[in-house]
């Protein structure tokens, strides 16, 4: 017998959402461990229960019956409900669950985007998602809002497990649901009694038994299928990657674009005496591994040698999972651009001081430039010293570690040379600079800087960040200055050599600086419009890490082609940005691409940093640092390219920058650098 309920209100949160709270792991910023299959049954299984409670639908064990297909206004139900009620054959509820499975994902989307428009939820960079802090004062507050959206479902179905009250019927559907999936046990402390109540209470509801029955059905089924319908992966043979012209001038990116347009979306390069590598790129490839990735993929595998050498274990780029999300939100406020913009002052100071040694036409390697200019601002913002004397050392020192232990494209015994054992040495007089200068009386009244919340962590929890990686993530603010001074670079090649964007980032820069130093809300998209687009075509084009690489730890089937455990593949996420279907014209530089209307970056082809729970922590960082250092140098300076007809040639490893052969020309000084 169906239990009696309530009439839906407008205001509360449809069951899909609810099963997404109530499968929400805080800790790992994600949902419990449900089997990507088994997940999309149950958002399906959610989506039928909740039609059937607005008498859309009716659902017993046996039949799913059409009744009424005036749209629910809910963008996640009514594709669903027209779909039902255009089937010309009355099915049952395990044939919809089975249909529309894979349709999950979308329903995901959407209702997770309606929790944070509804400030239940909160996104954060990599797609995690925690509870908002309104959510936990309500909860916290004891009022019973049982018929609004901003109910937190997990605590009324905690007082429907341990005590006696009877449910109301959409407490038993999500309880079927969540049972079905099996995860009350990482939920909840269970015994004898709890286990037999959820049986129980599981057995109240027709319309619960009958999707969990069709769930369950459904959960073993597909599990079995990919072995048969899979394809081989291809080979890219040696002779087409060696005759292709982005081998000769470094554009990884339009080379695994190139590659990608001829072999699909997985494919295997073999090259010469090095291990093959399987190579996942393209739009598709990317929204799986930015989806999917962390059911399958781990990072740690391939970094652990490289760990070795700061005699570090457990870095972030190397964890996965809730420690991963637990070091991120521990440094969010840190790499965020409010952190940034309180040191507005400190940036425009910094950079105009390292700017006033240069002299009008001089010429100046171009990488040396921008990575130089970069820590003369960066290394005083986040770790509170100057570093410009050892930064050449630890760079070389980074450069050499990553080129031997994670891109191998050196033997090891190349970073065991005297000249690199000296350059190591510089890592160890940068962490006593810094841990001489972060004292308590030393720092009172600064602002917080990076090294003050590594410490400030190290000193709650030595064992989640003991002090053997303090070599590591001290110094990690200057591997910060390389990538985004080798991207400054490639900008500042792209503004010189093209007079017409040179000119139109001038008068923004004339402006925004008209009435002194901006501060944050004057450097709002908005104001520097031509500015933040031409940085994101810049990303776009010369994206300075083109791929990632991952360990498979779980068998997983991509586009068609299945990738066994313990392959190592190479997320290309770059590769979309040069092919023609995501970006037309794709070789061509298009600040346009960025308008309203055509958006072209709103899609997963789109990725200039990263993908999934790895994408980069500083991206917001990164892009005000760039806008501000590009709009200083074309306020004051007018630069140009040396020579002038040169044409760009990429060096890959360990990451993309320009070939040391590029160097730019102060041609100008359009202004005085005041540094008081």
């Known amino acids: 017998m169906t239990l009696a309920t309530e009439e839906v209100a407008t205001d509360t949160l449809s069951l899909p959402e609810e099963l997404l709270l109530m499968l929400l792991n805080e800790e790992s910023g994600y949902f419990h461990q449900v089997p990507g299959w088994a997940l999309n049954c149950a958002v399906v299984g959610a989506v039928l229960a909740e039609l059937s409670l607005l008498n859309r639908i009716d659902t017993d064990m046996d039949s799913l019956i059409p009744l009424d297909r005036t749209p629910t206004g809910d963008p996640a139900l009514d594709p669903i409900l027209g779909e039902i009620h255009d089937e010309p054959t009355q099915r049952n509820a395990q044939f919809w669950i089975e249909r529309l499975a894979p349709r999950a994902e979308s329903i995901i989307d959407l209702s997770l985007a309606r929790l944070v428009d509804l400030k239940i939820l909160e996104h954060h960079e990599g797609d995690f998602w925690t509870l908002a802090p309104m959510a936990w004062e309500m909860e916290s507050s004891g009022v019973d809002r049982r018929s609004t959206a901003a109910e937190f479902v997990r605590t009324r179905i905690l007082r429907v497990i341990f005590s006696d009250r009877i449910p109301e019927v959409r407490d038993v559907i999500i309880i079927c649901l969540i049972n079905t999936c099996d995860v009350f046990r990482f939920m909840f402390t269970l015994d004898e009694d709890s286990e037999e109540r959820i049986e129980i ?13 069709a769930i369950s059905q459904n959960l073993a089924g597909p599990l079995v299928q990919p072995s048969a319908l899979t394809q081989e992966i291809p080979t890219v043979s040696l002779l087409g990657l060696l005759r292709n012209r982005h081998v000769r001038d470094g554009n990884l990116p339009a080379l695994f674009a190139n590659l990608t347009e001829k072999y699909g979306p997985v494919y295997k390069i073999k090259p010469p005496f090095m291990t093959p590598m399987i190579v996942l790129a393209g739009p598709a490839a990317n929204r799986w591994a930015h989806k999917q990735g962390r059911m399958y993929l781990r990072t740690r595998d391939y970094l652990q040698d490289f760990e070795k050498v700061y005699r570090a274990n457990g870095i972030l780029p190397a964890l996965d999972g809730a420690d991963h999300f637990r070091f991120r939100k521990a440094m969010q406020s840190a790499y ?7 040191v507005l002052d400190d940036l425009y100071r910094l950079a105009r001081e390292h700017m006033a040694e240069w002299e009008v036409g001089e010429t100046i390697q171009a990488t040396r430039m921008c990575r130089r200019l970069v820590n003369a601002q960066l290394s005083p913002l986040t770790i509170s010293v100057d570093s410009q004397d050892v930064i050449d050392d630890l760079v070389a020192f980074k450069t050499r570690a990553l080129s031997t232990h994670v891109v191998k494209v050196m033997p090891k015994f190349m970073l065991r040379t005297p000249g690199m054992r000296r350059k190591a040495k510089s890592i160890d007089v940068l962490l006593n600079r810094i841990q001489g200068v972060h004292t308590a009386a030393q720092r009172a009244g600064c602002p917080r800087d990076w090294a003050d919340d590594f410490l400030s962590l190290h000193t709650s929890d030595p064992q989640f960040l003991p002090e053997s990686n303090l070599r590591f993530v001290l110094s990690a603010p200057l591997i910060a200055s390389v990538y985004l001074g080798d991207m400054l670079s490639f900008a500042v090649y792209a503004m010189a050599s093209q007079p017409e964007f040179h000119e139109r980032i001038r008068a923004e820069a004339d402006a925004v600086f008209a009435n002194g130093d901006p501060d944050g809300s004057q450097l709002s998209h908005e104001a520097i419009d031509v500015t933040h687009r031409f940085i994101q075509e810049c990303l776009r084009m010369y994206p300075i890490v083109p791929m990632s690489v991952r360990n498979v730890m779980n068998g997983c089937v991509v586009e068609g082609r299945e990738i066994p455990e313990g392959s190592r593949i190479f997320v290309a996420h770059s590769a979309a940005h040069y092919m023609d279907g995501v970006f037309p014209d794709a070789d061509t530089f298009d600040i346009d691409r960025y308008l309203p209307g ?13 993908l999934g729970t790895h994408t980069c922590l500083g991206s917001r960082w990164m892009e005000l640092h760039l806008a501000v250092n590009l709009l200083l140098l074309a306020h004051h300076f007018t630069i140009k390219v040396s020579p002038e007809n040169y044409k760009l040639k990429i060096s890959p490893f360990p990451s993309l920058h320009p070939s040391k052969k590029l160097k730019f020309l102060i041609a100008e000084q359009r202004r005085e650098l005041k540094t008081d």
Do not use: Q, T, V, W
């Open 201 to 213: 209470i599981c057995r109240m509801d027709l319309i619960g038994r009958a999707i969990a029955e």
């Open 336 to 342: 965020s651009r409010g952190r940034l913009e309180g």
């Open 598 to 610: 055509r958006d072209e970056h709103l899609n997963p082809g789109y990725a200039p940093f990263g």
